[in-house]
């Protein structure tokens, strides 16, 4: 991780617990995994396909989805 | 982070071959000793500090890294004294430098070493007025391995944009003359020189740049405005596949509203845009009426007081805002509302202290029932587990008594409320006095620009009588100018209504209790039959957008709060006993997504950038270099030109000291008139001296230097800069002045070094 992943890394965990509605900690943790692999895509955007970096980013999306899911939670 | 390690320079401008020493350039080793960081470059004014530094630049971005020049001359990089005639000349910079492997893709910090080459070819070309051209560059990037297993690399350019990216050059690669560029403005005791005044937007846009790129704001920015198409992607699909009309008819309003809101803020980045240009091109023409006039008969005066009056405009100008807006301030605080509403506070303060006094609110017994009811264990030590008959008949009693007992426990919050307000009220005439001090100020200030807009307005009717072509004409397009800027501005304002307009209509208005389209979607397409995966995928992208945008508040509110902190602490340091002493705080400002830096006096009252002294601009803008790196604690090196240039005294050395003290790889250019004062903080932190010549400053080239500061012993036939590593208490056969003889006055006893 470079010093502003690092950062960044920090903060988000530091913002989770506030914003995310559920007891399930693996739910947390799909949702911090999900926001780090979206930043780093974001930072080599220029050498990955557009459209790929859209379908990796519904594929996070639904991949933490999942995790909400199997625990029953809803809205 | 970044260490630069060497760099070596050949048939750059000035840097040839060092008189012939050495085939391949001149080579530096700069200082990486985390007791001795400091890298000390020594050399008069025009002996090459600046093409040092445009050299590295080169290195690093290739030609966007150096100045463009003009269409029929453009900005040779080839040595100063060569002539198509010669033949063509390779010019090469190779530089090498280190990071702790955290390069974005990796994740092991482990210390890597890497040399980026670059060269181009400059050659004769007939064909252009220059009569040279040059080719194409080639940039070539080496990882150096343990074993001496070198292996070259394909992505020099992505390495570079991500370690040291172009738009901070001027932070990593700072002229401290240009230095202003951070906090914007022309420094008050430069206003005769040719220089245009960088405008606000310019200046919060640099700023700006350097704050989001460090802080990782701007990758969190885009990251979320991918995810809000995504999102977007994945709620259109929802709706398509729900066969719900409803759901159907409010995914198309949400999508007008989404577009119309794109739409609109492309055009106020545009119309914002364009409002710089403008600006910029109305200073321009006025520099240029200003020089104009003055070259006509005897109107020199005319001109002189004509841009005097200017100035004085701009600050009256900026000072009438800053009062305006801390009215504005003021007729928001607290204590206004307390005192308008001081008889309805204390009438209920007054109602209700018996009350308290008595203990009947607020009503602590029935929370204290409520967690008897949690624990399952009741005040007499029975249990009071679920099912029992006990608990049931507690319950009933909590049921019944608590619409009384939550609105004691209101009271009891209203009546604290009401006591916290009154005693807020401690100096009844604390705001008025404020308010009228304000008002005063306002009015003077207000009374001092109209004072500036007549004798302008006389000076403008003079100056109309005056006849000369080129005058009337620069006259008539500042005018033009002033004229769209004024369009523009009604333009912006109209365009940021719409904007708050449609964030409304799609977000609601909380305060206003309204339900925004996107919430009522979210509703609707929750009752629909949907494919539930998906829907668990759009829940997790909310969310995931939710934690990114309080990533980005929680960041762009501490750490900017820091960074004012630590700037203001850095230019106190810097500037302490300094004349300057009445700057005293340092703000960041924000505006949406933009910073800017401001400088309050001991008043409070903004001071105009515009008005601080050099010294006092280098060490807000070193303060903010600084700051900035370590709030984002950046690792990397900062290589200023004349950091010290315009100051003095206690201001120079405490400048010097600050900077050296925070900076983890400081990399300073210094004129030898710079180092007066220092020296010992040179002795102290310098790990790394090298002094630069410029043989044209040898006699032998008639350059005389009002007689002083001549280079005594030329050795090189070319106008080049020869390197040795002197230091500021030393000379030898390259660098030696005529300054240097002994029977001269010197600051420092000098010794000869062999």
């Not at chain 2, 630069?4 to 840097?15: E, M």
């Not at chain 2, 070259?152 to 560029?181: C, H, S």
């Not at chain 2, 109602?351 to 264990?377: C, H, M, N, S, W």
């Not at chain 2, 630069?692 to 006699?699: M, S, Y």
Request: a neutral charge.
């Amino acid at each position: 991780m470079s010093t502003k992943d690092d950062r960044l890394t920090r903060t988000i965990r530091e913002v989770i617990p506030s914003l995310i509605d559920v007891k399930s900690p693996e739910y947390r943790l799909a949702i911090e995994r999900s926001v780090r692999q979206m930043l780093r895509l974001t930072r080599h955007h220029h050498e990955v396909n557009q459209t790929d970096i859209n379908k990796q980013f519904i594929s996070a999306c639904l991949s933490a989805g999942e995790v909400l899911s199997g625990m029953g939670e809803d809205e | 982070m970044l260490r630069l390690h060497s760099v070596r320079i050949q048939n750059f401008v000035c840097f040839v071959d060092n008189g012939g020493t050495s085939a391949s350039g001149v080579s530096f080793t700069f200082a990486v000793d985390p007791a001795r960081p400091l890298t000390v470059i020594r050399a008069q004014n025009e002996s090459g500090k600046t093409t040092f530094l445009r050299a590295l630049r080169w290195g690093f971005y290739g030609e966007k890294g150096i100045p463009k020049g003009e269409p029929d001359k453009p900005w040779g990089l080839q040595p100063r004294d060569w002539k198509p005639n010669d033949g063509p000349v390779e010019t090469t910079v190779s530089i090498t430098f280190s990071t702790d492997g955290m390069t974005g893709r990796s994740e092991a910090p482990v210390e890597r070493r890497y040399t980026l080459v670059r060269k181009v070819t400059t050659s004769p070309d007939g064909r252009t007025l220059s009569g040279w051209s040059r080719g194409p560059e080639s940039r070539e990037l080496t990882r150096h391995g343990d074993a001496g297993d070198d292996q070259v690399m394909g992505d020099a350019d992505e390495l570079i944009a991500f370690l040291l990216p172009f738009r901070l050059r001027d932070f990593y690669f700072t002229d401290g003359d240009k230095a202003m560029d951070y906090v914007g403005g022309k420094a008050a005791d430069r206003a005769d020189e040719d220089t245009v005044m960088l405008s606000v937007t310019q200046q919060r846009e640099q700023v700006s740049d350097a704050v989001n790129d460090l802080l990782g704001l701007d990758m969190l920015l885009r990251a979320t405005e991918r995810l809000e198409k995504v999102i977007r992607k994945l709620e259109k699909e929802i709706s398509a596949e729900s066969g719900s009309e409803l759901v159907k008819r409010l995914q198309e309003e949400v999508d007008q509203a989404v577009d119309e809101l794109e739409k609109k803020q492309g055009e106020l980045k545009k119309l914002r845009s364009s409002r710089a240009g403008l600006e910029t091109d109305l200073q321009k023409t006025e520099a240029e009426i200003n020089k104009t006039l003055a070259g006509i008969g005897n109107h020199a005066a005319l001109a002189a007081e004509r841009e005097q009056l200017q100035r004085a405009r701009k600050l009256a100008d900026d000072e009438q805002l800053q009062l305006t807006k801390a009215l504005g301030e003021l007729l928001g605080d607290t204590s206004l509302a307390v005192a308008l509403a001081f008889p309805a506070i204390k009438a209920v303060f007054d109602t209700l202290k018996p009350k308290f006094d008595k203990g009947e609110i607020p009503a602590y017994y029935l929370e204290y029932v409520r967690r008897l009811l949690r624990d399952e264990q009741c005040v007499c030590g029975s249990p009071l587990s679920h099912g029992s008959a006990l608990r049931a008949r507690v319950e009933t009693r909590v049921g019944e008594s608590a619409a009384v007992a939550d609105r004691d426990t209101h009271l009891g919050y209203v009546y604290q409320d009401s006591q916290r307000l009154l005693s807020s009220l401690e100096r009844p005439a604390g705001w008025s006095h404020r308010a009228d001090d304000l008002v005063r100020k306002r009015r003077q200030s207000q009374k001092h620009t109209e004072h500036i807009a007549k004798r302008l307005d006389e000076i403008e009717s003079q100056i109309g009588g005056v006849k000369d072509d080129a005058l009337e004409g620069l006259r008539k397009h500042s005018a033009d100018l002033q004229r769209y800027i004024a369009q523009t501005d009604v333009k912006l304002t109209g365009v940021k209504g719409e904007i708050e307009h449609l964030r409304i209509r799609l977000d609601g208005d909380q305060s206003q209790g309204m339900e925004g389209l996107r919430k009522r979607l979210q509703a609707a397409q929750h009752k629909a039959t949907i494919d539930k995966s998906k829907q668990y995928g759009l829940q997790a992208a909310r969310d995931i957008l939710s934690v990114m945008r309080a990533s980005y508040d929680h960041i762009a509110s501490r750490d900017i709060t820091r960074l004012a902190l630590m700037m203001d602490e850095l230019f106190g340091e810097m500037i302490v006993a300094s004349a300057d002493r009445n700057l005293a705080r340092v703000e960041i400002i924000k505006h949406n997504r933009e910073y800017e830096i401001l400088i309050r006096d001991a008043n409070g009252q903004a001071v105009p950038m515009s008005a601080i002294n050099g010294a006092a601009r280098r060490a807000l803008t070193m303060a903010f270099v600084v700051g900035l790196s370590r709030v984002a604690e950046t690792d990397a090196p900062n290589v200023v030109d004349t950091p010290l240039g315009m100051s003095a005294g206690v201001v120079r050395r405490g400048l010097f000291g600050v900077t050296v003290k925070h900076s983890s790889q400081p990399i300073f250019l210094l004129t030898r008139d710079e180092i007066h004062n220092v020296e010992d903080l040179l002795l102290q932190y310098a790990g790394q001296y090298y002094t630069l010549t410029g043989e044209w400053h040898a006699p032998e080239w008639g350059h005389s230097h009002n007689g002083t500061q001549q280079v005594l012993n030329r050795k090189s036939p070319r106008r080049e800069t020869l390197v040795c590593d002197c230091s500021h208490e030393e000379y030898c056969g390259v660098c030696r002045r005529l300054e240097d003889l002994d029977t001269l006055p010197k600051p420092t006893p000098l010794r000869m070094k062999i």
